[in-house]
């Protein structure tokens, strides 16, 4: 694709990456540590671990001003826009300080402020909030684009296919983005759809459509770059299907029975976090002395998002009759 031609990034930029999906590795890791330790509220918890050159490029790639929604496993991309570790874990665990008071818990995690519209463990329910978000800003003329981050599993929902009539139809600045992990739960991709030819199929309804290596946070980048752009110009959707790969099960007590070991080794050997090093060292951008204190600054602030987070206060019996219903504005 064009946009894989492009001039190469500015290497701070690329740094940020490299420390984002750094970030974001290291916060997914917590996160099932932290369910082993008994620290979560909640029993199922699906991890982007594998797929963080999705995350940090396409969240990095937004502006200010731009809204999206997510699926079941959104926490790398809301750390990519900006989202406090600590108020995360916070939610994670069911404490008030956290972003939805402890009440959205890892799957209904949401911040207006920061563009976030909520994320949905309805497979599939979150896409038509965000061509909402789309409409809004051709409405309001605000210059933004709105993004909705699914899943494969998401690509035979009628609902997909209704907003991407829709979004062409009102050429509205919304993009369709799926982190295509090969598997729906335990199901290959190839085993839920006759054909595989997705940018086909987004294209047919008069969107804008694109394939990306989802394992290359830059490619991802520059891809999901373009396609928001195109959004801002008043061209209409876009759809973008990331390829990538989880490195754990479906959840965190899934084990993956289903996938093939040998194929699960193929794909950690294309692992984002260390293809990013390795061609930053290459290119002279960083060396492994400041790989590693990069690496150990992930762990030093997840490490005390963790403490912070476990302290936090716990829900009262009264907590919950609030945000419940909009408050009255005080007359």
């Known amino acids: 694709m064009a946009a894989a031609k492009s001039a190469p990034l500015d290497a701070g930029l690329r740094l940020r990456l490299f420390r984002m999906m750094l970030r974001i590795r290291e916060f997914e890791d917590r996160v099932a540590e ?68 402890g009440k959205g818990g890892s799957m209904h995690i949401a911040d207006a402020k920061l563009g976030h519209m909520g994320a949905n463990a309805i497979v599939g329910a979150n896409i038509p909030i965000s061509l909402g978000g789309g409409f809004s800003m051709k409405y309001l003329k605000t210059g933004g684009t709105s993004v909705a981050f699914f899943g494969d599993g998401a690509l035979n929902q009628g609902v997909l296919y209704e907003s991407m009539n829709m979004a062409a139809l009102w050429k509205l600045p919304v993009v369709f983005l799926v982190v295509n992990n090969q598997y729906g739960m335990g199901t290959r991709i190839d085993r839920a759809s006759a054909c595989l030819r997705f940018v086909e199929r987004a294209e047919s309804f008069g969107v804008r459509g694109a394939e990306v290596d989802g394992m290359d946070v830059e490619a991802v980048f520059r891809a999901a770059g373009e396609l928001y752009e195109h959004g801002r110009a008043g061209n209409g959707p876009a759809f973008l299907i990331a390829n990538c790969y989880r490195y754990y099960g479906h959840g965190r007590k899934d084990p993956s029975p289903y996938r093939d070991k040998a194929e699960e080794a193929e794909w950690k050997k294309k692992d984002p976090v260390e293809l990013q090093k390795v061609r930053l060292v290459a290119d002279g951008v960083l060396d492994e002395k400041g790989a590693q204190a990069a690496a150990q600054e992930a762990v030093d602030e997840m490490e005390a998002a963790v403490r912070w987070a476990a302290a936090a206060s716990m829900p009262e019996p009264g907590d919950l009759w609030t945000g419940v219903y909009a408050e009255p504005e005080t007359r």
């Open 34 to 101: 932290s369910y082993l330790r008994g620290l979560t509220a909640g029993s199922m918890f699906h991890l982007s671990v594998g797929e963080e050159g999705v995350g940090a490029g396409a969240g990095c790639a937004m502006k200010d001003g731009d809204v999206f929604t997510t699926h079941h496993r959104g926490h790398g991309i809301f750390l990519a826009r900006g989202a406090d570790p600590g108020r995360m874990f916070a939610e994670v665990f069911g404490r008030r300080e956290g972003y939805c008071a």
